[in-house]
Structure formats: structure tokens, C-alpha cells
């Protein structure tokens, strides 16, 4: 487990002048720092105005006293403090070189997020949380060299919120990227998540990875079809997340009868239908 501590403001705080600058500033001079593995940042006071790529850069500035923190997750707020879509993100193309013994990173926001040429030996988990991602993260992430990497946890979410792709974004991600060590691969919070099922069984990781994470999204019957005939196939895969979803209570059951794995089908959702239009909503965009 790390030791970790939690930096955030409240409304107050950023009423009386509190900002990622003062953040900065309060982190380096807290004397717990030296004996802290995990910097948790939440709402640096105005998150849905300003960026945090002050307290970005103010890490790779003083990279020494960072130098053993190994998880750092980055925008950890809820909607009452500041909605996802809208946490304005940052530059973390400098952060890599910076930061060789970090594990962990967690994104919360995509607005201006910017990952760049994203080369690590040591970080086995890389995941971002938002309402829509964007096709030049995707990029990023297909095209980095990241050796280690274990967990690989994304929220695709939609396009009203970020997310400019479509399902051949997907595949190119699954087929273009190279993480031999990949074990966790969670393709999740996508309005497209029938479709994710499907070409996740065309990767090259499906015969690797122990758990899948499709959850949060608008998986139907139809994607659920498909792993009950294709997961019998793969025995490496231990674990199936689908928490939040649209299916049915039969194919529920179908997937939880499944030999070998554990399947989650907590959290199941109905449709909306509005003047003969059914709708399907992923878990989180807004």
C-alpha cells in the first residue's frame, strides 16, 4: 500500500484566493512529503477555469522532491465540486522523464489533455476517467512505449464529450499498441460498447490479460452474446467486469453460469424510450 495524502480546495478556498499555484506551493512545503509513495490531487480550486499544468510543471521543476512518489492520480473530484467534462486537464508531455519511478497515474478530465510522446519503463497502471476521450490521446497511447505496463483502465465515454472516434479508434488502439506485460485491459464507458466487445476478441492481448473491464457502458444482449460464445475460448481471462449495463436478466444469467470466470453484472439499467426511440446512456459523460 502507499502512503498517501490528499490535496484539494473548496469553493471557500478558491473564494479566498486558493489555486493550483498555492496548491504547488502548500505540496512542496508540506513535511509529510518526503515520506509520501501517492499524491492525490482533487480540485485545485478552479478546475473548470484553470488548468493544473501549473502543479504539473511545478512537479517536473522540483522532480527531486517528488522522487519517491511512485502513484499520482490527478483531478480526483466529484460532480459537486466540479462536473468531469468539465476539469480542465494538462500538458504531461514532460512528467514521463521526470518521473521514472512512478507505478500509477490517474487522469480525471480530458479537456486539454495532453499526454504526449509517452515513454516509461517502470508504470504498470495508466488510466484516464472522463466523459469523452480524444482521438489524439488515443494516439498517444497506442504509440507509447511502456514495457511494464499492467493495468491499461480507459473511459472511451461519447462524443458530446470528448470522444471525436469511432470503433475503428478501437481497433487501431487494440492493434497498434505494444504492452507485453498487459494483464488488465478496460475498455470502458462507451455508448459503442456491443462493438468494443466484439473487436477486443480480434486483439492480441485477448489471449493474455486475466481480467476484462467492459463495464459502464451500453452493453446490450447483442455484445453479450458475444463473449458468452467467444470468453470459453480464452481461459487466461479470470475475471469479466460489465458492471453497468443494459442486459438482459437472461443473458445475465448465461454469463454468470460461465465456467472459470468471475463475471460482475451488478448495476443493470433500462432503457429510455422517448416518442419510439430507445436510448442508451453510459454511466458517466457529463
Same mark, same amino acid.
Given at each position: ?17 486558493? &489555486? ?20 492525490? %490531487?482533487? &480540485?485545485?480550486? +478552479? ?14 521543476? &522540483? ?5 519517491? *512518489? ?35 497515474? /490517474? ?24 466523459? !469523452? ?7 498517444? *497511447?497506442? &504509440? ?13 465515454? *461519447?462524443?458530446?464529450? !470528448? ?6 479508434? %478501437? ?11 498487459? =494483464? ?11 462493438? /468494443? ?20 457502458? =451500453?452493453? =446490450?444482449?447483442?455484445?453479450?452474446? /458475444? ?32 465456467? !472459470? ?13 422517448? +416518442?419510439?426511440? /430507445? ?8
Amino acid at each position: 500500500m502507499y502512503k498517501s495524502k490528499l490535496f484539494h480546495y473548496t469553493y471557500d478556498d478558491y473564494d479566498n484566493g486558493k &489555486n493550483a499555484e498555492t496548491m504547488l506551493e502548500e505540496i512542496l512545503s508540506d513535511p509529510e512529503l518526503p515520506e509520501l509513495d501517492e499524491i492525490v %490531487i482533487g &480540485n485545485w480550486g +478552479d478546475a473548470w477555469e484553470d488548468s493544473c499544468q501549473k502543479l504539473i510543471d511545478g512537479i517536473v521543476e &522540483n522532480k527531486e522532491k517528488f522522487s519517491r *512518489i511512485k502513484s499520482l492520480y490527478v483531478g480526483d473530484m466529484d460532480f459537486e465540486s466540479c462536473e468531469v467534462s468539465w476539469i480542465i486537464q494538462a500538458d504531461y508531455s514532460k512528467l514521463w522523464g521526470a518521473m521514472p519511478q512512478l507505478e500509477k497515474i /490517474v487522469i480525471k478530465g480530458s479537456s486539454d489533455l495532453t499526454l504526449g510522446t509517452v515513454e516509461h519503463e517502470n508504470l504498470k497502471h495508466l488510466e484516464i476517467i472522463c466523459g !469523452g476521450l480524444p482521438t489524439d490521446v488515443f494516439a498517444a *497511447i497506442q &504509440n507509447a512505449k511502456l514495457p511494464s505496463l499492467q493495468t491499461l483502465l480507459l473511459y472511451i465515454g *461519447i462524443d458530446d464529450y !470528448g470522444f471525436d472516434g469511432d470503433i475503428s479508434t %478501437i481497433k487501431d488502439l487494440l492493434a497498434k499498441s505494444d504492452f507485453p506485460n498487459l =494483464t488488465y485491459l478496460g475498455l470502458t464507458d462507451s455508448e459503442i460498447q456491443d462493438d /468494443v466487445a466484439e473487436v477486443v476478441f480480434g486483439s492480441k492481448y485477448i489471449s493474455q490479460i486475466t481480467t476484462l473491464d467492459l463495464s459502464m457502458g =451500453t452493453l =446490450t444482449d447483442k455484445g453479450g452474446q /458475444v463473449l458468452l460464445e467467444k470468453l470459453p475460448e480464452y481461459p487466461n481471462i479470470k475475471a469479466l467486469n460489465l458492471e453497468y449495463h443494459f442486459l438482459s436478466e437472461s443473458m445475465m444469467e448465461k454469463l454468470e453460469d460461465l465456467s !472459470g470466470v468471475e463475471v460482475n453484472v451488478d448495476d443493470q439499467q433500462e432503457a429510455d424510450e422517448y +416518442d419510439g426511440e /430507445v436510448y442508451y446512456y453510459p454511466m458517466l459523460t457529463e
